[in-house]
């Protein structure tokens, strides 16, 4: 499979690799527990900044010790065989959560995370293939996260008491949540999801 992307032409190799042809070249390739520090590292002082804490700093805390969890995919995003970027996803029944998806500071407003982005649904259509949806979960401070997912057409999921007795993705996803105390979700977090019929359009 190939797109265009920008100048650059995406391919799809061994349906896990994604080259772009141009001046630089681009990969994208399934993570190794020894990649876990340069992950850390390119989250950096991210949520300091927006004044949250968060466990992804920690490798000895979830999502780093979910590393030999089948259900997971870590996937990094290298330039010049350099890392600037990783996402990790959950597959859940017929719903794809998206847990983390970082570029590296330097390499913000290149089009990198559309591109992880796109990869995170083709890796969880191929993971997960009754796939009925995709969701996240968004701080609210996180204001210019929110614009890029909305910029591909995510939508804010009410966490209404009653959607975990769906049957549908979001369902799935809510009733998941539950099952670990965590529904509705903590104050500060919304849940955005987008169906696999309107992702179909642009992969």
Known sequence: MAGQHGNCLMKIIDGSSVILDSKENYSLQVAKKSDIDIM??????????????????DKDKPPWIWFSD?????????????????????????????????????????????????????????????????????????????????KYNYKKILQNPLLVNETNGFGKWA????????????????????LIEEVRKVI
Not at 118 to 141: C, V
Request: contains cysteine.
């Open 70 to 150: 089948d259900s997971l995919s870590f996937k990094l995003l290298l330039l010049n065989n350099k890392v600037c970027g990783f996402f990790i996803a959950r597959h859940i029944n017929i719903n794809t959560h998206l847990h983390s998806i970082f570029i590296k500071k330097e390499y913000q407003g290149n089009g990198f995370g559309g591109i992880l982005l796109k990869e995170y649904w083709r890796d969880a259509i191929r993971n997960n293939p009754n796939i009925q949806s995709f969701t996240l979960h968004m701080h609210k401070e996180n204001i210019s996260a929110a614009s890029f997912y909305l």
């Open 175 to 194: 009733q998941n949540c539950k099952e670990k105390d965590q529904w509705p979700l903590k104050k500060g977090v919304d849940l955005y999801g987008i």
């Open 40 to 57: 850390i590292n390119i989250i950096g002082d991210f949520y300091d900044r927006l004044n949250i804490y968060n466990s992804l700093l």
